[in-house]
Structures are given as structure tokens and as C-alpha cells.
């Protein structure tokens, strides 16, 4: 079972697999900021401090709130991100947090849909 280190409220919890780093900071009280929950407001984003490679890829909505420049610099939204089965330690930092809440989203090129 991976744990996940909140560095900030110096917290450690196990939790399963494939858990998304906000649902478990919400459950066990680790306080990572959050507002929204679904990566529009940009409150929970965080940057991994250990473990980023046991972390699922960065979803579409990351790239729109985020944009290169913080993907670039290993930010991720909690609301969006799992982790998968080894442990990890997350930080964040509220003046990062306030410019990324301002940040406009990115408009993301549709691809067609090959549904027919």
C-alpha cells in the first residue's frame, strides 16, 4: 500500500492504490488547498517533492489550467492526480497557488472523434 506525504501539514497516510492525492488529503485530513475539485480553479495544485514517476500521466485538464510552463516545472492539480503504487510526497505553495488560480485556461486543439 503506497502512502502519501503531505509536506506541508507534515502528514503521512497509507492509502490504496490508484487514489486520487486530493480525495485522500480530503479523507484524512492532510490539507492541501482545494475549491473546485475538478481542475477549473487550480487551488490544489502542488508540486511532487518525491515519487513524481508514481504518479499517473497529466490529464487534458491539466494541460488547459497549467500550461507548459507549470507542467514543466513538475506542478500537478491534486483534483486530477493519482497515484499509483509507491509512495510520494507532495508540497505546494500558496503564492504559486494564487498565480495559478489567476491563470486563464489554455484552449486545447479537439481532436475529431473516431466514434462513428
Same mark, same amino acid.
Given at each position: 500500500?503506497?502512502?502519501?506525504?503531505?509536506?506541508?501539514?507534515? $502528514?503521512?497516510?497509507?492509502?490504496?492504490?490508484?487514489?486520487? +492525492?486530493?480525495?485522500?488529503? /480530503?479523507?484524512?485530513?492532510?490539507?492541501?488547498?482545494?475549491?473546485? #475539485? #475538478?481542475? +477549473?480553479?487550480?487551488?490544489?495544485?502542488? $508540486?511532487?517533492?518525491?515519487?513524481?514517476?508514481? /504518479?499517473?500521466?497529466?490529464?487534458?485538464?491539466?494541460?488547459?489550467?497549467?500550461?507548459?510552463?507549470?507542467?514543466?516545472? #513538475?506542478?500537478? /492539480?491534486?483534483?486530477?492526480?493519482? +497515484?499509483?503504487?509507491?509512495?510520494?510526497?507532495?508540497?505546494?505553495?500558496?503564492?504559486?497557488?494564487?498565480?495559478? $488560480?489567476?491563470?486563464?485556461?489554455?484552449?486545447?486543439?479537439?481532436?475529431?472523434?473516431?466514434? $462513428?
Amino acid at each position: 500500500m503506497p502512502k502519501i506525504h503531505f509536506v506541508n501539514s507534515d $502528514k503521512t497516510f497509507d492509502v490504496p492504490e490508484n487514489s486520487n +492525492i486530493l480525495r485522500m488529503s /480530503l479523507r484524512y485530513d492532510g490539507e492541501l488547498p482545494n475549491l473546485c #475539485g #475538478g481542475g +477549473i480553479c487550480g487551488t490544489c495544485v502542488f $508540486k511532487p517533492v518525491e515519487g513524481a514517476d508514481h /504518479l499517473d500521466k497529466i490529464t487534458r485538464q491539466e494541460q488547459r489550467k497549467l500550461g507548459e510552463e507549470w507542467l514543466e516545472k #513538475g506542478y500537478r /492539480l491534486g483534483c486530477q492526480t493519482f +497515484i499509483k503504487d509507491q509512495d510520494v510526497a507532495v508540497a505546494w505553495d500558496m503564492e504559486i497557488t494564487k498565480q495559478v $488560480k489567476k491563470r486563464k485556461p489554455d484552449k486545447l486543439e479537439r481532436k475529431p472523434s473516431t466514434v $462513428k
